[in-house]
């Protein structure tokens, strides 16, 4: 019987999962095939798998990966996504992480092709764990160098962009990281148009100080998530 409620919650996970990828083109953080979710199960990943549009994708195609090896190997009838390398490390080396998300949505991306990170524009910008959103240096896509390069632009955040690529997102769960991508993609549009006219004028690291201090309590990363 424990099996059994295992494999249904399994299934309900690997089916979360489905509905996050195509959330992700539903909320315009996404096009095509380009994405990637991942969600933490126990011991092992849970990842998308490659090349399948989302609308084509069934819980049974979603890859498990343990995160207990690094070499690649996987479960499942479809090969997971080329980009499993940066989820699996963010996944082993974040354990408050429980979900990963890779997209390419339209101004994450053009400010990724600038190679700009985003400045600390706005208060929310502190939602992220820091001061600004890094943009990781250029490596090919699906690599190991990718994976590192990924990792350190992360490094005390939740999310990055990634050099003429897209951006990362980590949440606790997938709706955080859901969220997240929604926030982080509003954030570099209103970036980019203030570009449009003459650029912003930055918030001070003390502003940021007392923008987290009103957070505090406030439930909006973990309680409320919106």
Request: glycine share 10%; net charge negative; proline share 6%.
């Amino acid at each position: 019987m424990a099996g059994a409620c295992g494999m249904d919650e399994e299934s309900s996970a690997r089916r979360a999962l489905v509905e996050a990828c195509r959330t992700m083109t539903s909320l315009g953080i996404n096009q095509g095939t380009a994405g990637n979710i991942s969600l933490r199960w126990g011991n092992r990943m849970l990842i998308s798998p490659s090349a399948i549009p989302y609308d084509e994708m069934t819980p049974d195609m979603v890859a498990s990966m343990p995160l207990d090896d690094d070499s690649g190997g996987w479960e499942g009838p479809c090969k997971p996504s080329t980009e499993w390398r940066f989820h699996h490390g963010i996944l082993c080396s974040r354990p408050e992480v429980g979900a990963v998300l890779h997209a390419h949505p339209v101004f994450c991306t053009a400010l990724a092709m600038a190679r700009r990170s985003i400045p600390p524009c706005h208060y929310m910008i502190t939602c992220f764990g820091g001061d600004d959103i890094r943009c990781a240096p250029y490596a090919t896509f699906g690599t190991a160098e990718l994976a590192d390069l990924a990792l350190s632009a992360l490094e005390g955040r939740k999310a990055c962009l990634l050099a003429n690529h897209g951006m990362v997102v980590c949440g606790t769960d997938l709706r955080q990281a859901l969220w997240l991508g929604v926030e982080l993609e509003t954030l570099a549009r209103q970036y980019w148009h203030s570009l449009q006219i003459g650029g912003p004028v930055l918030l001070s690291p003390r502003e940021l100080a007392e923008t987290r201090a009103r957070f505090q309590g406030y439930g909006l990363q973990e309680k409320q998530k919106p």
